[in-house]
């Protein structure tokens, strides 16, 4: 899955504070359980490591629609640039349309 390849670079660009666990926890992409261990020890975490939690979250179990839910959390936190980043495959896609031109 897209996620898992992007996952090293997806670690360093996601701003999991400020609502987007929220949007993703009230949108059904995280369940309560995974909330709760993401932000375990928040303040004793780094964003690096909470990332890397919830990335290891949402990788495993997403659904289609749970990975439409994900880019549209991602958008509604102003984080535009991590979904577009997801959805062109880290740039891959885009990259490839430039080259075929």
Known sequence: MKIQRL???LSEIIEPDFGLLHELLSR???SERDHA???AGESLVSVYQ???RLIHC???TLTK???QQLLSSLEDT???HVANFIRTDGGLLLKLFVLSK
């Open 37 to 39: 261990n993401i932000e």
């Open 78 to 80: 102003r984080q535009t």
């Open 28 to 30: 059904g992409v995280i």
């Open 58 to 60: 949402v990788s495993s």
């Open 7 to 9: 996952h090293a670079r």
């Open 65 to 67: 629609h749970q990975y």
């Open 50 to 52: 909470r990332n890397d």
